[in-house]
C-alpha cells in the first residue's frame, strides 16, 4: 500500500490504522510467485490455474485444513469475474500468453490517467473497431501510411490511402467492381456559392455520400456490421491525416503561432475584450 501503519493511534486488538502521505496506490508485483512460494493476489489469475479454487482458498485460509470456505461459491466467483470484469479478463490475457511463451519476459500495464475524466484513456471494455496507424507518430514517416501493392509482374508499389484504387483493394466486398475510392481531384458540383471557393470534393464530404442510405441503391457498405465500422474508422483516419497533412505543408500560410497568444487567454479564462491590449 502506499501508506504506513500507524501502530500509535489504536493500540488494541482493533483494525490497523493507515497513514497516507499524498497519494494512496497497491503495488502488484511480480505476476508469478517465487521458487517454492504459493501464488497469492494477481498470481492467482495466471499461475497453476488447473488448481486456481484450491490455491485462492489456500491463500485466504493460510493453509488451514479446518476451513470452511466453500469451494463451490469461489468457483462461481471466479468465473463471474472472468465473464464480467474487464479487469480480470486482462490477467487472463497475460496467463495465456504466458502459455504460448513460458520464460518470456510479459509485463502487465493498464493505460489510465486519473487526471481527466475515469471514462478516457480506459482499457476497452467492449468489442469495437480501432486504428492505430503504424508511424503515425515519428517523422517523417507519418506523412503517409506504408501502404504497398504488388503487380503480376512481381514489382512493388508504394501508395497512400488518398489513392482512387485504395478503398477498392482494401474493401472489394464494399466496391464489388473495382470502382475508384476518394481523390483528391473529384470535381465539386455547386450552384450556390456556399463552397467557398472549392473546386473539389473534399474527403469527408465523400463519405458523408458513401455512408448514406438512398431509397432506390443497395445500402452495402451501411449493412456490412463489423466491415462498415471498419470502414468508418478508416474513413475517419484519412481525414485527420489530410487534415494534418494541409497544417504541415502550409503551416507558414496558417500563421498558427498567432493562435498562442488566443490558447493563453482561453487558459487563463481571461475572456474580457477591454483586458486585452
Same mark, same amino acid.
Given at each position: 500500500?502506499g501508506?504506513k501503519v500507524? @501502530?500509535?493511534?489504536?493500540?488494541s486488538?482493533?483494525?490497523?490504522?493507515?497513514?497516507?502521505?499524498?497519494?494512496?496506490?497497491?503495488?502488484?508485483?511480480?505476476?508469478?510467485?517465487?521458487?517454492?512460494?504459493?501464488?497469492?493476489? @494477481?498470481?492467482?489469475?495466471?499461475?497453476?490455474?488447473?488448481?486456481?479454487?484450491?490455491?485462492?482458498?489456500q @491463500?485466504?485460509?493460510?493453509?488451514?485444513?479446518?476451513?470452511?470456505?466453500?469451494?463451490?461459491?469461489?468457483?462461481?466467483?471466479?468465473q463471474?469475474?472472468?465473464?464480467h470484469?474487464?479487469?480480470?479478463?486482462?490477467f &487472463?490475457?497475460?496467463?495465456?500468453?504466458?502459455?504460448?511463451?513460458?520464460?518470456?519476459?510479459?509485463?502487465?500495464?493498464?493505460?489510465?490517467?486519473?487526471?481527466?475524466d475515469?471514462?478516457?484513456?480506459?482499457?476497452?471494455?467492449?468489442?469495437?473497431? @480501432?486504428?492505430?496507424?503504424?508511424?503515425?507518430?515519428?517523422?517523417?514517416t507519418?506523412?503517409?501510411?506504408?501502404?504497398?501493392?504488388?503487380?503480376q509482374s512481381?514489382?512493388?508499389? &508504394?501508395?497512400?490511402?488518398?489513392?482512387?484504387?485504395?478503398?477498392g483493394?482494401?474493401?472489394?466486398?464494399?466496391?464489388?467492381?473495382?470502382?475508384?475510392?476518394?481523390?483528391?481531384?473529384?470535381?465539386?458540383?455547386?450552384?450556390?456559392?456556399?463552397?467557398?471557393?472549392?473546386?473539389?470534393?473534399?474527403?469527408?464530404?465523400?463519405?458523408?455520400?458513401?455512408?448514406?442510405?438512398r431509397?432506390?441503391?443497395?445500402?452495402?457498405?451501411?449493412?456490412?456490421? &463489423?466491415?462498415?465500422?471498419?470502414?468508418?474508422?478508416?474513413?475517419?483516419?484519412?481525414?485527420?491525416?489530410?487534415?494534418?497533412?494541409?497544417?504541415?505543408?502550409?503551416k507558414?500560410?496558417? &500563421?498558427?503561432?498567432?493562435?498562442?497568444?488566443?490558447?493563453?487567454?482561453?487558459?487563463?479564462?481571461?475572456?474580457?475584450?477591454s483586458?486585452?491590449?
Amino acid at each position: 500500500m502506499g501508506g504506513k501503519v500507524d @501502530a500509535s493511534v489504536n493500540q488494541s486488538k482493533g483494525p490497523r490504522t493507515f497513514r497516507l502521505s499524498r497519494q494512496n496506490y497497491h503495488k502488484i508485483g511480480s505476476l508469478l510467485p517465487t521458487v517454492g512460494s504459493s501464488p497469492r493476489f @494477481a498470481q492467482l489469475y495466471i499461475y497453476d490455474i488447473e488448481n486456481e479454487v484450491h490455491n485462492r482458498i489456500q @491463500a485466504i485460509s493460510r493453509g488451514e485444513s479446518n476451513n470452511q470456505i466453500n469451494a463451490e461459491i469461489v468457483n462461481e466467483l471466479k468465473q463471474m469475474l472472468d465473464e464480467h470484469n474487464v479487469l480480470a479478463k486482462c490477467f &487472463r490475457m497475460v496467463r495465456d500468453r504466458f502459455q504460448v511463451v513460458e520464460n518470456s519476459n510479459l509485463r502487465l500495464r493498464l493505460i489510465g490517467k486519473r487526471g481527466f475524466d475515469g471514462r478516457r484513456y480506459n482499457s476497452p471494455s467492449v468489442s469495437e473497431v @480501432a486504428a492505430l496507424v503504424v508511424g503515425d507518430f515519428e517523422p517523417p514517416t507519418m506523412l503517409d501510411r506504408d501502404i504497398i501493392i504488388e503487380s503480376q509482374s512481381g514489382q512493388l508499389k &508504394r501508395i497512400n490511402e488518398l489513392n482512387a484504387s485504395y478503398l477498392g483493394l482494401q474493401y472489394p466486398l464494399l466496391f464489388p467492381y473495382g470502382e475508384d475510392g476518394y481523390k483528391e481531384d473529384i470535381p465539386l458540383n455547386l450552384n450556390d456559392e456556399s463552397s467557398g471557393g472549392r473546386k473539389c470534393v473534399s474527403c469527408r464530404e465523400y463519405f458523408s455520400y458513401k455512408i448514406q442510405e438512398r431509397k432506390h441503391e443497395d445500402s452495402t457498405i451501411v449493412l456490412s456490421k &463489423r466491415l462498415f465500422q471498419q470502414f468508418l474508422v478508416d474513413g475517419y483516419t484519412m481525414m485527420e491525416s489530410f487534415r494534418l497533412k494541409f497544417i504541415r505543408l502550409y503551416k507558414k500560410k496558417l &500563421r498558427s503561432h498567432f493562435y498562442k497568444g488566443l490558447e493563453e487567454v482561453v487558459l487563463r479564462r481571461d475572456i474580457e475584450p477591454s483586458s486585452q491590449g
